[in-house]
């Protein structure tokens, strides 16, 4: 029996708020990955695993949020909390493996498209993973096509969005590049839940699933990953060149005027050296020991 599929049982409150859940997600992420790759080495892993784990656990949130509106109207739907919470943990670690790539091999053609590869197959890993957590007195299908649509979209949308934490240093500009991965992240989540067909076992009388839906089991397992991208937004605001996003060329000519030698201000992947630095240190050349 085919069961009858709906994705708005709320309207369009649970997509709009899947959408932003995953703009902040990628918001606070990109920033976090910005953030890294102008910092001291030893803080550049923190940064991009505070990164990481805000994206992951913004498209997480954003997957389930969304699938609070979606219901089979003849059966009552669950979920495996061990498989809803492995798909968590697959997003953190496979999205933060794409930008621990980027972040230490800079902007990179080959380091963008195998970051953003795995950062997006890490994305659509989630969400199937996610979907095979469901429980129901049936069994899912998928239309091949449309999935691999989906995975096509996760892919660009994860590429595109590295390049422009390691290349678009200003605020603004990084914001839009993460309403631009949320639109694609929710793009990718519907367009994998159209390429969903639910075959049922055996049908359920009428009126039976009055009151079965996930939102009561999905919400407590919802409240972790959000309080954890409020406290990071928290961290990310507090930080002024997360905010600022001040290009490393602004920050060179700063130290010049404050009387800070041109050769300690390395310049950072994905931004060029600035050129007077470079022949002021040729042609006069500071030794460290004198000072």
Do not use: N
Request: glycine share 12%.
């Amino acid at each position: 029996m085919q069961g009858t599929i709906d994705g708005f049982s709320y309207g369009a409150v649970t997509p709009v708020a899947a959408f932003l859940m995953a703009c902040l997600g990628a918001a606070l992420g990109l920033r976090c990955t910005t953030r890294s790759l102008r910092t001291e080495r030893s803080f550049k892993a923190g940064w991009l695993a505070l990164g990481a784990t805000s994206i992951g656990s913004g498209i997480w949130t954003m997957h389930f949020i969304a699938m609070m509106g979606f219901s089979v109207e003849e059966a009552p739907i669950g979920y495996d909390k061990a498989i809803t919470f492995a798909s968590l943990a697959v997003a953190i670690v496979v999205v933060g493996v794409g930008i621990f790539l980027v972040g230490y091999r800079g902007a990179t053609p080959m380091a963008l498209v195998t970051g953003g590869t795995i950062t997006g197959l890490g994305v659509a890993t989630m969400h199937y993973l996610g979907m095979a957590g469901m429980r129901l007195d049936g069994q899912f299908e998928y239309d091949t096509i449309t999935v691999t649509l989906s995975v096509v979209i996760a892919v660009s949308a994860s590429t595109a969005a590295l390049w422009a934490a390691v290349s678009i240093h200003g605020f603004l500009p990084s914001l839009g590049a993460a309403v631009v991965m949320g639109v694609a992240v929710s793009g990718m989540h519907y367009t994998g839940m159209a390429a969903l067909r639910v075959h049922l076992h055996a049908a359920t009388l009428p009126g039976t699933t009055a009151g079965d839906t996930p939102t009561g089991f999905l919400v407590p397992m919802l409240i972790g990953p959000a309080c954890f991208l409020l406290v990071a937004g928290v961290v990310v605001m507090f930080d002024p060149l997360v905010v600022m996003g001040t290009p490393d060329w602004e920050d060179a000519a700063a130290g010049r005027a404050l009387g800070i030698p041109a050769q300690r201000q390395v310049p950072r992947f994905g931004t060029h050296a600035d050129p007077a630095s470079f022949h002021s240190q040729r042609r006069d050349p500071v030794d460290h020991h004198d000072r």
